[in-house]
């Protein structure tokens, strides 16, 4: 009798130990938007609910930054932690041909306040036609510089200095699936000094290239 108590016991146990390995595995099979809010890691880019519907995985590609797939699916890129995607200037085009995104951080208590928006369009783009409606969009003209990315889709940058508190950054991101044409402002606290302005700013565009860099355009049309 013992001798059956101990077999029931022990497979009781591996019932137990078999269906919290199923938890498991389906846990790490959840993308985070479909994961509660206190299961996830403590970065906005997480806990902001609209965000995390772009991340693809809770797991980083690198230290501070998450896999982030568009809606359209039409490019990936290493998101940062701390920043958050703006649910109200969001937009998708029919058939996800377009698509506008913008972000920040969350913290707007910066000495430096990024804000990016982009905007994805489908099909194979003429890179000086391109280039010309982004000139025309800032009112100037600029000058791209070609930057090396992390991957098959190519960059070019232009920055230049509004005033003493405000930059910008221009930039071409396109592959033959399509293009994305960005912008980023940098607005400066007021308290700063015009030269802590621009040191601050020149450390907060190296960091914008490096995120730029990994923007992968890709055919959304793959099924």
């Given amino acids: 009798m013992k001798k059956y108590m101990w077999l ?4 009781f146990v591996l019932i137990i130990i078999g269906g919290c390995g199923m938890n498991n595995e389906q846990e790490k099979n959840l993308s985070p938007s479909e994961m509660n809010a206190e299961d996830l890691p403590d970065v906005p880019a997480l806990q902001d ?3 995390r519907e772009f991340i693809q995985s809770t797991e980083p590609v690198r230290e501070g930054y998450y896999p982030f797939l568009s809606k359209s699916k039409s490019f990936t890129m290493d998101f940062p932690q701390d920043m958050i995607v703006n649910n109200e200037s969001h937009i998708v085009g029919p058939d996800n041909r377009s698509e506008t995104i913008t972000w920040g951080p969350s913290d707007r208590n910066l000495e430096v306040y990024p804000n990016f928006i982009l905007h994805y369009y489908r099909g194979e783009p003429d890179e000086e036609n391109s280039k010309n409606t982004i000139k025309l969009s800032h009112d100037r003209d600029l000058n791209f510089e070609d930057i090396k990315t992390n991957n098959e889709t190519y960059l070019s940058i232009a920055d230049y200095k509004f005033n003493e508190k405000l930059y910008s950054i221009a930039a071409l991101s396109w592959s033959k699936y399509g293009e994305i044409q960005i912008g980023v402002s940098l607005m400066c606290e007021d308290n700063l000094e015009e030269n802590q ?10 960091n914008i290239i490096e995120i730029l860099k990994t923007i992968d355009v890709i055919d959304n049309e793959r099924k």
Avoid: I, Y
């Fill in 197 to 206: 302005c621009q040191g601050n700013v020149d450390k907060e565009k190296e």
């Fill in 8 to 11: 029931l016991l022990a497979v």
């Fill in 49 to 51: 609910e609209f965000t």
